[in-house]
Each structure stands twice: as structure tokens, then as C-alpha cells.
């Protein structure tokens, strides 16, 4: 069974705070995506990292794809109450019959209080 | 344009009605795929159509029907639900897998379904 540990499940911090959230596998992924959710919406896909030790920035928000592709982490900096929020990770692995599923982790529940 | 739209986004049934959900794609996707959400966890695989063929069915009960009446067109048919089946019905599309290209998928907004 693929999984996928996302931690931590909940968050709450000051606007300003730096964080951190990891998800972390035992299974190598091809690709790994982190998505942001509001209530009552749909995930929206932030980012897809692909190649070991990939990082790529989208403004305040820093995603790290793991050297050996089974973990990755998503760092906000000066984090904002517009970044509350469920933020997903979910991971791919191309071939067989695991081709069309995505394996999510728990979710990271984030609050950022103003 | 990486646009997936969700029909109705709020749906009240009772547990004798029949409903259905529908689902809109325009971004060439091949793969289109239901998923089924509880409050604060991730979401849930149901099915997953291939090219408007049904590739993966994740033992949802029957009472949930998919269709896929064209390669842009998702519909889920609900009929006899149970209350525990209320939560928020995402569907979502992907171009693949294909090789040498990253398997993303985006999500459309939901429909947020309570039985009654």
C-alpha cells in the first residue's frame, strides 16, 4: 500500500510566522503535487514537482521534491491569512494499474490568524 | 485554461429521489474522474473514465452511476442514497498519464450533496 504521511494535520500561527509541511513515503512517487483548499471548493493544484531534489517557488510558498522522489515539503514564508486553508499532497506513480490514482496524504489543515 | 465546472454546486435530495451530477471539461483531458469528500480529509476515489471508457470502479456502491456521454462530459446518477453519503462530490480531469509529460489533475469546485 502506498502511503503517503502528511504533518502536521492541523496548523494555526500568527500572520508573519514562517512554516513548514512534509509528506513523507516509504514508495518512490513519478510525480507529486500539492494543492490548496478552501471550504466548500475544489482542490486547486498549486504546484507538480517531477525530478529528485526539484524546488520551485511560487511567490511566498517554496516546494522541495525529496533526492530519492518519496518525500517533499512546502514552506510559506511571512505566511498570510489569505494562505488558510486544507493543503493536499498527493503523489503519482506511472504504470500497471496505479496509472489514473493519485495517493493523498491526510491534509494539513492551516489557519493563519491575522 | 485549466477549467473544470461542477453542476449544481448545492444539491438537497431525499433518500428516494434520483438526482444527477454533471460534469464539464474543455481542456482536451482523456481522463475524467469522480471523487467523493468528507469535511477536512482528502478526497476519495469512485471512478475513473479512460477515454470515455470506465477504467476503474473503487467498489462504489450501486446506487452511484457514472456516465461519460462524450470525452468532455461527466455525469454521476444518484438514486436510494443513505445520508452517509452526503459530502462534497468533486470531479476532476487529467491529460494522462502520458509519457514525458507530468500527471496532473485539476479539480472542478464540487457539489456539496446532502441526503435527507
Known amino acids: 500500500t502506498q502511503l503517503l504521511e502528511q504533518s502536521p494535520q492541523f496548523l494555526s500561527i500568527q500572520e508573519g510566522e514562517n512554516l513548514t509541511v512534509y509528506c513523507n513515503s516509504s514508495?518512490?512517487?513519478?510525480?507529486l503535487q500539492w494543492y490548496r483548499q478552501e471550504p466548500g471548493e475544489g482542490p486547486v493544484l498549486l504546484v507538480t514537482?517531477?525530478?529528485?531534489?526539484e524546488v520551485k517557488k511560487l511567490k511566498r510558498l517554496t516546494f522541495q521534491f525529496g533526492d530519492a522522489r518519496k518525500d517533499s515539503s512546502l514552506h510559506i514564508t511571512a505566511a498570510q491569512p489569505g494562505d488558510t486553508g486544507l493543503y493536499l499532497c498527493?503523489?503519482?506513480?506511472?504504470?500497471?494499474?496505479?496509472?489514473?490514482?493519485?495517493?493523498f496524504g491526510k491534509g494539513t489543515l492551516l489557519t493563519v490568524n491575522p | 485554461d485549466t477549467e473544470v465546472t461542477q453542476t449544481p454546486k448545492h444539491l438537497v435530495m431525499g433518500m428516494t429521489n434520483k438526482k444527477s451530477l454533471k460534469c464539464e471539461q474543455h481542456m482536451g483531458h482523456r481522463a475524467m474522474y469522480w471523487y467523493k469528500q468528507k469535511a477536512k480529509k482528502p478526497p476519495e476515489l469512485m471512478f475513473v473514465y479512460s477515454y470515455e471508457k470506465l477504467s476503474i470502479n473503487e467498489s462504489v456502491p450501486s446506487r452511484f452511476s457514472p456516465e461519460c456521454p462524450n470525452s468532455s462530459l461527466l455525469n454521476l446518477h444518484l438514486h436510494a442514497l443513505q445520508p452517509e453519503d452526503s459530502a462534497l462530490y468533486l470531479c476532476?480531469?487529467?491529460?494522462?498519464?502520458?509519457?514525458?509529460?507530468?500527471?496532473?489533475?485539476?479539480f472542478g469546485p464540487g457539489t456539496r450533496l446532502t441526503v435527507t
Open positions: 514537482v517531477v525530478t529528485g531534489g
Open positions: 476532476a480531469s487529467s491529460q494522462g498519464p502520458l509519457a514525458g509529460i507530468p500527471y496532473e489533475q485539476y
Open positions: 514508495s518512490v512517487f513519478s510525480s
Open positions: 498527493a503523489g503519482a506513480r506511472t504504470g500497471g494499474g496505479s496509472n489514473y490514482k493519485l495517493t
